[in-house]
């Protein structure tokens, strides 16, 4: 009986049939009362609903975040966690706290001393049940949803005791973030880490609303699989059945989904999880989550077309936001422009070469530079993928070239040094900062004034597109250091002149990668992205000669200087996927050991196509305005990649390695 009326109050629906059940109830066990219909009338005095939505339940009419002026006089019930109090002469107000939001509870101690006395004893966090009158408050509280009413409670059941919360449950909370991970359950109670979640939800349901619109399939690909070269570590998974053999989880699902094409499926997506055994550097997790897509039959601008009109969707449904069409930047130019191949174009400050603005110079600074011999094509950023960029541009001839900081030519002297010191960071590597500050009223004062005039200067800032008030921040160096180390001083004066409007976007498309880059420590070709991008076609000629110089139909999107897309055309010919297999120097064995399968596939009719894979937490984390992906993760794992709240990885009983025939051997 009692599971019965219980079922009945989980229904959702007491709103409609809550009196009819209790009618028919009460036919059942006939007038008066055993105990069971005791506790049943109990159930049914919270659970009737006066007024329901549809996020009634068996414990609540409506929720926390819910009731407005218009529902005054109503009789709700509400259910929650107790998240704050406050005894004011003769009333007691408790802020009552769901995934909704926060009402207010008011209890009197003149007409409700019983039950005034038990709020005061309720702790943070307690779960609550509370039915009473929605009120209108004297004084509304502009700061919440529901601040216009209160319920004044006449019925209160404590569901569950709570011990004390090692951190408050505020949007600005006292625990610091350790703390907050073991306790990650409580972490997420509160609002910023809830509203994450629920923006990452909103997100995932446009993705499939948009792809499904599309005629995509969703397919679900195994997590046992065999290594899948995505430049990174593969976490291992020990074959109890097969001793001494692995499984190696997904960096993503890559080969699997291009299998799908070759199999017909003409349209997939998936959002899944992808695991990289990497060091922990910068905003990394070693599981994160891609929606990873593929189409059959495509060329490049038909998958720039498709996740464009997706990311447009996305921002649409979730941010209520416009995004205009998306620039397609060949990576030569975003190196040449911005210093990187993620730039982010919210501000301008773009690097300006000026090897030939400053030819014949006898500053000896300058002149070695140009003696290094940069030509005006590798100034500008040529056409070729090695020219212009990547690892081997870093070893490239010399470059100067410069940006202009807006409205900056008053920069102290320790302001300049700050700048300084930070071109010359290391792993940046320039060996100093030459400033140009044109003053508003004309002068020109520079850290070069001996060797160059004001009017020489004044043209060359002319030339950069400066005015008067404005400072010029100049590097000579190697093209890749000067590059980089300008790309990273854009991104610092932005930062410290707040040149980016909050709400501001910038998501472009970056295209024409270079196929392959040096490894810096063997010199040999490895691949940029993966090994199955495809050869950009206008440069197949160069493939055996110069494969450096080759580009890949490869692009990546981005948005306010993240990459959240990465994706190719992949190769579909058997004999083109040997040839790239070759530059990367894999013997025959290799090949066929590892991608066998693959180069099978590829002999049967393998369709041309093409796809790419967002970084679902990393979007999400843009667009929820949040610092780290760990704040858009509901579990995720701290920066030493430990789960602190499971406390894994942990070590296992000798019983299960034995099982798995595995010795550990740790290092010393
Ligand atoms: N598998 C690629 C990645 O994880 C994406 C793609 O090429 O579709 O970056």
Redesign the pocket.
Known sequence: MVHRSGKQGRSGKQGRSGRKAGRQRQRQEGPGGTRCADRQRKARNFAVAKFATMYATHYRTNTCGELREADAGKEVTLAGWMHRSRDLGGMTFVDLRDRFGITQLAFNMSSEAELCGRARKLGREFAVQATGVVQVRESRNKELATGAIELVVTKMEVLNTSALPPFTMEDETDGGEELRMKYRYLDLRRAPLRKSLELRAKTVRAVREYLDGQGFWEIETPNLIKSTP?GARDFLVPSRMQPGSFYALPQ?P?ILKQLLMMGGMDRYYQIVK?YRDEDFRGDRQPEFS?I?CEMAFVAQDDVLDMFEGMTRHVFQRVLDYNLPPMQRLPYAEAIARYGSDKPDLRFGAEIHALNEAFAGTDFAVFKQVLERGGSSAQESGGSSAQESGGSSALQGPGLIAGIVAKGCAEYSRKQLDELTDFVKAPHRGAGGLVYVKWAADGSIKSSVDKFFSADQLREVATGMGAKPGDLLLLVAAKTGITRKALGDLRLELARRENWIKPGDWSVLWIVDFPLFEKDPDTGEAIFV??PFCSPHPEDLAYFDSDPLRCRALTYDMVMNGNEIV???IRIHQPEVQNRVFDVLGFSQAQKQEQFGFLLDALKFGAPPHG???FGLDRWVMLMAGQDTIRDVIAFPKNNAGRDLMMDAPAIVDQKQLDELSIAVKLKR
Request: hydrophobic share 5%; with cysteine.
């Open positions: 995505e993503s890559q992808c891609q990873d992205h993966h990465s994706g190719s796809g790419c894979a």
